[in-house]
């Protein structure tokens, strides 16, 4: 099994979210989080004044596959968060030693099937 932790522009949720299911993905999470990569921020006018905002909104997903799904998976999430521009995100891939449903006692992929 394999984490996936995605990091995409907020307006991208809705498409992603919508490649995963077509894919059989079943189940994610998705956290409101800020930060910056290269695209370090951005200045705005508010009431005249400037002001840098250096940590932009972000959508974390959290999503556990089984290794015979991390391709597809990872090809959805890329093609559907993509705008072709700076700030479009990053995908990482972290291995998982263990799953369990704490309703049933469930271990390993069907945990996440």
Known sequence: MKKIEAIIKP??????KESLARIGVQGLTVTEVKGFGRQKGHKELYRGA?????FLPKIRLD???SDDKLKGTLDAIAKAASTGRIGDGKIFVLP???AIRIR??????AVIS
């Open 11 to 16: 307006f991208k949720l809705e498409e992603v």
């Open 50 to 54: 400037e002001y840098i905002v250096e």
């Open 63 to 65: 999503i556990v596959v």
């Open 96 to 98: 998982v030693e263990e």
């Open 104 to 109: 049933t006692g469930e271990t390993g992929d």
